[in-house]
Nanobody, 115 residues
Framework: VQLVESGGGLVQPGGSLRLSCEAS????????MKWYRQVLGKEREWVAT????????AYADSVKGRFTIYRDNNKNTVYLQMNRLKPEDTAVYYC?????????WGQGTQVTVSA
């Protein structure tokens, strides 16, 4: 199983970014996918979940209404569209899935929101 995130960067407050996570090594269409984020020195925080079919999503209260998780099962890729970004959204963002009983993480992509 491999998860590779991309799309992070520096953005001004109020701006937008789209993160991507390309998955391989497992049957992507069978598994839910999640995004987490982590600030140095703090615990990793759940951000959003999407069901395997894409028909159901869930969000942390801190991002609800600003972030959208979606997936393209033809490309084995899950996305996180982040709008109206705030400085407190600054973190390393990680893609995550659980396949059977094993949990897998990507390497993370840094998002920095600053003027």
């Amino acid at each position: 199983v491999q998860l590779v995130e991309s799309g992070g960067g520096l953005v001004q407050p109020g701006g937008s970014l789209r993160l991507s996570c390309e998955a391989s090594g497992f049957s992507f269409t069978m598994y839910n996918m999640k995004w987490y984020r982590q600030v140095l020195g703090k615990e990793r925080e759940w951000v959003a979940t999407i069901a395997n079919t894409g028909g159901s999503t869930a969000y942390a209260d801190s991002v609800k209404g600003r972030f959208t998780i979606y997936r393209d099962n033809n490309k084995n890729t899950v996305y996180l569209q982040m709008n109206r970004l705030k400085p407190e959204d600054t973190a390393v963002y990680y893609c995550n899935t659980m396949v059977v009983v094993e949990t897998y993480w990507g390497q993370g992509t840094q998002v920095t929101v600053s003027a």
